[in-house]
Each structure stands twice: as C-alpha cells, then as structure tokens.
C-alpha cells in the first residue's frame, strides 16, 4: 500500500512540475498585472468591453516572463533548456491567451469583471497552456485529467488565501 502512496505522490509531483510554469505565468499575471488593458478600453460589437480591465498588457509580459523564466528552470535541472525553453515559453502563452479567452466569454455573457463563472475561471489558463504546449509535446490524457482536477482545487485554496491577505476582494 506504501508503494502505491508513493508511486501516486510522485506522479502528482509530476503533474504540478509540468503545469509549473503555466501556473506561474497565470499568478504572475495577476500580481504584476498593470494599468494598461490588451484591449484597450475598446467595446465589441455586442457593446460589451472585448475582454475587460482585467487581463493588462503588463500582467502578459510578466507571467509570460516568468512562466518561461521557469521553464529555463527546469532546463537546467533536465539537461534540455531548449526544450524547457519552449515548454515553459507555450504553457504561459497558453495559460496568459487561455485566461484573456475566458475573460472575452464572460463578457460576451453579460458578466463583469469580478463576476464568479464557476468552472471557467478556474480552467480557462489550464485549457489554453494545455493546447498551446501540445503543439510541441504530447500531453498524456492522465495529466490533463489529473492536472485539471489539481487546478480547480489550487485555484480555489489560492484565491481564499489572496482573499484573507487582502490581495482580492473577493474570495473565489
């Protein structure tokens, strides 16, 4: 039973490894997020903000910076920094284009900024890194499976705890 515990712990430490640097490029995006909107303050044609305040020019540099900063990281570590490079470089495009794709969708649903869409708001980056590192690696269904679970629990523990340092103002 220990042996099936740890062969298990691993392959959830597998998991979080891989999603790292998506993860850091969505956290980065929120904590170094600035002033200046992707869409720039522009409405669609439905009359509605194409994607909102929410997702800032500056937030993209960041989290892609980081995220990839990351990915260079893990290079070091696994002897391949130009594969690393590329992986860190599409999981935090991904996750960045992702979460602005979930943003454009509550828009186009009448939601505000700030506005809970259960399911979307926690999946929205982990959706976008996943097809956007597919193009140079082949992501095994149980990690996508796994990986997602793991992010609608981390999402929700990290926004709780954002929430109770003062950091959100809300708690989901």
């Known amino acids: 039973m220990n042996l099936f515990i740890a062969k298990n712990f691993i392959f959830l430490l597998n998991v979080i490894y891989f999603l790292f640097p998506a993860y850091i490029a969505n956290m980065s995006g929120c904590i170094f997020g600035g002033k200046t909107p992707i869409d720039k303050k522009k409405d669609f044609i439905d009359g509605y903000r194409i994607i909102g305040d929410g997702v800032t020019l500056e937030g993209f540099i960041y989290g892609i910076l980081f995220g990839t900063l990351t990915g260079i990281i893990w290079g070091l570590k696994d002897g391949n920094i130009l594969l690393s490079f590329k992986?860190?470089?599409?999981?935090?495009?991904?996750?960045?284009?992702?979460?602005?794709?979930?943003?454009?969708?509550?828009?186009?649903?009448?939601?505000?900024?700030?506005?809970?869409?259960?399911?979307?708001?926690?999946?929205?980056?982990?959706?976008?890194?996943?097809?956007?590192?597919?193009?140079?690696?082949?992501v095994p269904m149980n990690y996508i499976f796994l990986g997602s679970i793991l992010t609608l629990v981390l999402h929700l523990i990290f926004n709780i705890m954002a929430y109770f340092l003062g950091a959100k103002n809300v708690w989901y």
């Open 87 to 138: 992986i860190g470089l599409l999981l935090s495009l991904g996750a960045l284009i992702g979460d602005a794709v979930g943003s454009f969708i509550k828009r186009r649903l009448g939601l505000s900024k700030g506005t809970p869409a259960p399911i979307l708001d926690q999946l929205d980056f982990f959706v976008g890194a996943i097809l956007m590192v597919s193009l140079v690696v082949s």
